[in-house]
C-alpha cells in the first residue's frame, strides 16, 4: 500500500471517475440515435477532411534528430559536397568496351536532353577529357606498348581510313593474303581480324547483335583505360508529397532505355541501383505487403471476433467502432501533426491489432451479463462499472507505450508514437460511446441469449485450473529454470543495423547493389572525410593509406596522373607516325554497293580458300596455327553467309555495320587520345574537380573498404579502423553505425520509459506496491522469453522490428490489468478463469496476433521481420499472462475465497 492519505485520495478519485463513466455511457444508452448521428456527421466530416489533405512525406533524410553529432557532421559533409544523395547509379556493361564507352555515351546525351527529370547528371571517366588525356593514367610501359602496337597497326588504320565500308575491309584482307601468299610477311593483327569478322558474320546468319571492338584489333587498349563496367550518376527530381519521390524518374529512364535499345537483347547489361532506387524499391514491398497484411487482417479478425462474439450485432459493433477509429485517427494526426512518415503510417496495422481488443472485452462481459438475466441498459451499467477502469488502464498504458517514443532521438519513430498513443485513447472513447450506441439501437434479440461455450475451447477452464491451483509452486519453480537458461541466450540476440537487409533480395536494386559490394574497386560503401584544404586531405589520406581495412583513398591528387613528360614525349613521337589528321572519318558509314561488296567477299573466300591449301599442306604434321584455324573457320563462316545475302542484301548493310559500325569513333578516339596534353588540379573538369574540391577550398577524401561490407562485422571493423585516426569521418557506414547505435539507444530509453511511466501507472491506479509487481513481473518474464527465442530462431532486432520491446509491455499490461482487476473485485483464481476475461483476453490476443501474423507473411523483409517478432512476443504475453499470471494470483489469494476451488475440486 502507498501512503495512507494518498491511498484515500486516489481511491475517491477512482470512484469518482468510475461514476463518470457510468454517466457517460449511460448517456449514450439513453439518447442512443442522437449519439450515433453525431459520430457519423464527425466520421462524415473526418473522411472528406482526409481525402482532401492526406499526405505521406517519404524523406527518410529526417529520421534521426539533426542535433546527434554524427548528423551534424553528415549535414556538413552534403552541404560542402552536395553531388550524388538521393541518386540512381546506372551500371553499364557491354559485350566490349567500346560497346560500353558507346552505350554510356548515348545514355548521357539522352539524360542532358531531359533535364527536367535528370537536373545533374555525372559519368565518372567521361567526356572530352579523359577521352584525350586517359592514356596518361596507364604505367609508362603501358603507354609505350600501346605507341608500339599503334605503330604495327598503322597500314591497316591508313587502308580502312581510305575506304570504310565491307567492301574496303574484305579488299583489303584479300589483298593481305596475296602478299602473304606471294612470300612476303603476315599483317600484323591479322588472326584477330579473320576472328571478328567471323563472329559478326555468325551472329548475322543467327540474328543477334554483335559490334566489333576496333580498339582491341588496332591494339591500342583504348578501352583499358578503365573497368568493363561503367556508371552513370544521376540526381534524379525528387517529388518527396508521392509515396515514391523517384518513380516518375525512375520509370522515365527505362523507357529511355528501352528507347536507346540498350538491353541484353542488343548487347547491353544495364543494372539500375543507387539510394534513390533502393527506396522505391522497398517503398513498393511495403507498400504493396501493408496492403495484404491490412486485408489479411481484417478478414482473419472478422472470423475470430466472429467466433468470440457468436453475434453479427456485436461483431458489427466492434467493426464499425473500428473502422470509425481509423478514420478519427487519421484525421486527427493530418490536422495537428501533419502528413504521416514511412513509419508512422504503420499506425493503421497497429491500430487494428490492439483497438479490437477494447470492443470484445466489452462485448463479451456485455454478453455475459445479458446471459446472467440483467436487462440491456442494466447490463452496459454493469459492464461499465465491472471492466470500465480496466479498459481505461489498458487504454493508457498502451498509449504510454507508444508515446514512450516522444522522448527518444528517433525522430522518425515519435510521430508514430504520437499517433497510435492517440489511437488508443480514441478507441477507448469510441469503445464507452459508439458500441453501447450501437448496442442500444440494434439491440441482441431473445433468441441469442444462450451461453456462449466455444465447443473447440469447451476444457479450457478445466485444464487450466487444476494443474495451476495444485501445482503452482511447481509451474513457478519451472519458469524460474527457463529463466535462468534464457538469459544467456537473450545475451547473444543480435542488432542488424543495415537496412539493405530489409529489402527484397529479389529486387534489381539490391542485387546491383550487392555485385558492387563485391568488388573492392566499385564498392559503394565509402567512407568520407572532410577537410578544410587540399594539404590537410592529402596528409589525411597518407595516413588513411596505411588502415589495414582500406583498399586505397582518393583525392583530388589522385587525377593527376604520374611522370607525365615521358609518357607525353612518347605520345608526341607516335603523332609523327600516325598524323591525328589521318585518322579523321565521316561520322557514319556510307551504304554499301551491294553487287560490289558481294564481289569482294566471293574474292575474300577465294583468298581464303587458297591460303587454307598451302599452310594446310604446310602444316601436315604439326599443330596448324592460330591464323591457319581462324582462317578455315572465317572461310566456312562465308560459306554460308554469301548464299543467304544474295537471297537478302540487306544483310551486307547490317554486316557492315557491325563489322565497322564503331570505326569512326574509334578513330576519332585514337586521333584524341595522341594529342594529350599537361594535367594539373586547374584543367580538371570542373564536375570531377568539384566531386573533391570546393569553391571555398575544403577538400574530399573517400575512403574504399578492403573487404565486402555486406557484412556487419567487416563493416563495423571498417568503420572503427577508421573513426580511430579519423574521428570525424562521415559517409554512408558511418551512418549506418552510428545510426543504429542511436536508434537502440533510443529504444532502449522508450523501453525503460514505458516500463516506468506504466508501472507508476499501476501504483496509482491499483494503490498496492504487490498488484503493480504481480502485473509487471510476469511482463519481464516475457520480455526475457521473447528476446531468447529470437536468438535461438535466428531471429535479429532491427531498424523495422525493435519496437517491439515498448509495445510488449504496453499490450502486456492490457491483458493483465482485465484479469488483475476481476481478481482483485473478489473473484477468486478458480472461478475467475470460468468466467468471460481469460476467455476475452484469449480471443483479443487471437485477433492481435493474427494482426502481426499477417505482417509476419508480408512480400517486405522489414515488415514481416516486423510480424515475426511481434508474433513471438505476443505468444509470450500470453503465456505469461494466462499461465505465469494465474500462479502468481493463487499464491496471493486469501484462505475465504478458495472454498470455491474446493467446491469445483469436490465436483
Known amino acids: 500500500m502507498i501512503f495512507p492519505a494518498a491511498d484515500r485520495f486516489l481511491e475517491r478519485l477512482g470512484k469518482a471517475y468510475g461514476r463518470l463513466l457510468v454517466t457517460i455511457v449511460d448517456g449514450c444508452v439513453r439518447f442512443s440515435g442522437a449519439v450515433l448521428l453525431f459520430f457519423l456527421v464527425a466520421l ?24 546527434l553529432p554524427f548528423q551534424q557532421r553528415e549535414a556538413a559533409y552534403k552541404k560542402a559536397f552536395p553531388q550524388d544523395h538521393d541518386s540512381i547509379v546506372v551500371v553499364i556493361q557491354g559485350q566490349s568496351r567500346s560497346a560500353t564507352d558507346d552505350a554510356v555515351d548515348r545514355l548521357e546525351g539522352w539524360l542532358r536532353a531531359h533535364r527536367e527529370t535528370f537536373p545533374q547528371v555525372y559519368v565518372p571517366g567521361g567526356g572530352s577529357f579523359f577521352r584525350r588525356n586517359g592514356l596518361l593514367y596507364l604505367p609508362t610501359a603501358q603507354v609505350e606498348e600501346f605507341a608500339k602496337r599503334i605503330t604495327d597497326a598503322q597500314p591497316l588504320i591508313a587502308r580502312l581510313s581510305a575506304d570504310p565500308s565491307i567492301g574496303g575491309l574484305s579488299t583489303l584482307l584479300s589483298q593481305a593474303i596475296d602478299h602473304e601468299l606471294s612470300g612476303g610477311s603476315s599483317l600484323s593483327g591479322l588472326t584477330k581480324v579473320y576472328g571478328a569478322l567471323n563472329g559478326a558474320i555468325l551472329a548475322n546468319l543467327q540474328g543477334k547483335p554483335y559490334t566489333v571492338s576496333w580498339a582491341e584489333l588496332m591494339g591500342g587498349k583504348l578501352g583499358d583505360l578503365g573497368p568493363s563496367k561503367r556508371f552513370v550518376i544521376i540526381q534524379p527530381a525528387m517529388n518527396y508529397q508521392a509515396l515514391e519521390p523517384a518513380a516518375a524518374a525512375i520509370h522515365s529512364l527505362r523507357a529511355g532505355l528501352h528507347a536507346l535499345q540498350l538491353d541484353p537483347a542488343h548487347g547491353v547489361q544495364v543494372g ?13 514491398t511495403v507498400s504493396h505487403g501493408a496492403a495484404f497484411s491490412l486485408i489479411l487482417t481484417f478478414i482473419l479478425e472478422i472470423l475470430l471476433v466472429s467466433i468470440a462474439l457468436r453475434s453479427v450485432r456485436l461483431v458489427t459493433a466492434v467493426f464499425v467502432s473500428l473502422i470509425s477509429g481509423i478514420a478519427f485517427t487519421t484525421a486527427w494526426a493530418l490536422f495537428f501533426i501533419g502528413p504521416f512518415n514511412l513509419i508512422s503510417i504503420a499506425f493503421a496495422i497497429l491500430f487494428v491489432g490492439l483497438g479490437v481488443d477494447f470492443g470484445i472485452q466489452f462485448c463479451m462481459r456485455y454478453r455475459e451479463e ?63 460511446t459508439m ?22 475451447f469447451r476444457k479450457v477452464p478445466t485444464l487450466a485450473r487444476h494443474p495451476i491451483h495444485r501445482y503452482a509452486y511447481w509451474v513457478l519453480g519451472a519458469v524460474v529454470l527457463l529463466a535462468l537458461a534464457a538469459i544467456p541466450a537473450a545475451l547473444r540476440v543480435s542488432f542488424d543495423f543495415n537496412p539493405l ?35 590537410s586531405a592529402l596528409a589525411t589520406a597518407r595516413r588513411l593509406d596505411s588502415v589495414p581495412t582500406v583498399a586505397r583513398t582518393l583525392t583530388i591528387d589522385s587525377y593527376i596522373p604520374k611522370d607525365q613528360p615521358a609518357k607525353l614525349a612518347i605520345l608526341q613521337n607516335l603523332q609523327i607516325l600516325v598524323p591525328p589528321f589521318s585518322l579523321l572519318m565521316p561520322a557514319t558509314l556510307t551504304r554499301p554497293d551491294d553487287r560490289k561488296s558481294l564481289a569482294d567477299l566471293e574474292k575474300l573466300q577465294t583468298k581464303l580458300q587458297e591460303l587454307i591449301h598451302r599452310d594446310t599442306d604446310a602444316s601436315k604434321g604439326s599443330k596448324p596455327s592460330a591464323e591457319l584455324i581462324a582462317a578455315r573457320q572465317l572461310s566456312a563462316s562465308l560459306a ?20 565497322l559500325g564503331t570505326l569512326p ?25 568539384e566531386r573533391y574540391l570546393n569553391a571555398r577550398g575544403q577538400a574530399r577524401v573517400e575512403v574504399f573498404p578492403k573487404e565486402n561490407l555486406d557484412s556487419n562485422r567487416k563493416m563495423l571493423e571498417f568503420v572503427r579502423s577508421v573513426q580511430r585516426v579519423v574521428p570525424d569521418a562521415v559517409g554512408t557506414p558511418v551512418m549506418l553505425i552510428e545510426g543504429g547505435e542511436a536508434v537502440l539507444s533510443a529504444f532502449r530509453q522508450a523501453t525503460f520509459t514505458a516500463l516506468i511511466s506504466i508501472s507508476l501507472l499501476l501504483l496509482l491506479a491499483l494503490r498496492r506496491y504487490r498488484d503493480m509487481l ?20 535466428g531471429l535479429s532486432f532491427n531498424l523495422g522490428n525493435i519496437i517491439v520491446l515498448p509495445l510488449l509491455i504496453g499490450l502486456g499490461v492490457a491483458f493483465a490489468i482485465y484479469l488483475v482487476l476481476r481478481w482483485r473485485s473478489g473473484v477468486d483464481v478458480a472461478h475467475l478463469l470460468q468466467t468471460s476475461t481469460p476467455m476475452a483476453v484469449f480471443f483479443s490476443g487471437l485477433t492481435t496476433l493474427s494482426a502481426f501474423g499477417s505482417l509476419a507473411l508480408s512480400s517486405d523483409p522489414g515488415m514481416a521481420s516486423l510480424g515475426k517478432a511481434l508474433s513471438l512476443a505476443l505468444a509470450m504475453v500470453l503465456l505469461s499472462i494466462l499461465v505465469i499470471l494465474p500462479a502468481l494470483l493463487l499464491i496471493f489469494t486469501h484462505s475465504p475465497q478458495e472454498e470455491g476451488m474446493a467446491a469445483d475440486e469436490g465436483s
Open 640 to 659: 554460308r553467309f554469301l548464299p543467304a545475302a544474295r537471297q537478302d542484301p540487306a544483310r551486307i548493310q547490317a554486316l557492315q555495320e557491325s563489322v
Open 774 to 793: 504481480l502485473i509487471m513481473g510476469p511482463l519481464m518474464l516475457a520480455a526475457l522469453f521473447t528476446v531468447a527465442a529470437m536468438s535461438l530462431l
Open 435 to 456: 458500441v453501447p450506441a450501437i448496442l442500444t439501437a440494434w439491440p441482441i434479440s431473445a433468441s441469442s441469449l444462450r451461453r456462449v461455450t466455444y465447443p473447440h
Open 501 to 535: 537487409h530489409m529489402i527484397d533480395k529479389k529486387a534489381e536494386g539490391v542485387r546491383v547493389f550487392e555485385s558492387l559490394l563485391a568488388d573492392p574497386d566499385t564498392a559503394p560503401y565509402r567512407i568520407e572525410v572532410l577537410r578544410p584544404n587540399l594539404a
Open 272 to 284: 539500375i541501383t543507387g539510394s534513390a532506387v533502393l527506396d522505391a524499391e522497398q517503398l513498393q
Open 370 to 432: 445479458l446471459f446472467n438475466g440483467a436487462p440491456h441498459r442494466e447490463a452496459i451499467s454493469l459492464v461499465t462499472r465491472g471492466i470500465g477502469a480496466a479498459l481505461t488502464l489498458a487504454a493508457v498504458a498502451a498509449a504510454l507505450s507508444f508515446f514512450a517514443f516522444v522522448p527518444t532521438t528517433y525522430a522518425g519513430i515519435v510521430d508514430l508514437g504520437l499517433v497510435s498513443g492517440g489511437s488508443m485513447l480514441i478507441a477507448l472513447f469510441l469503445t464507452i
Open 665 to 689: 569513333g574509334e578513330l576519332k578516339k585514337l586521333g584524341e587520345a595522341l594529342m594529350a596534353s599537361p594535367v594539373t588540379v586547374d584543367t580538371l573538369p570542373k564536375d570531377l574537380r
Open 44 to 67: 462524415a466530416a473526418s473522411v472528406y477532411f482526409v481525402v482532401g489533405h492526406f499526405a505521406i512525406n517519404t524523406d527518410t533524410s529526417n529520421a534521426l534528430s539533426r542535433d
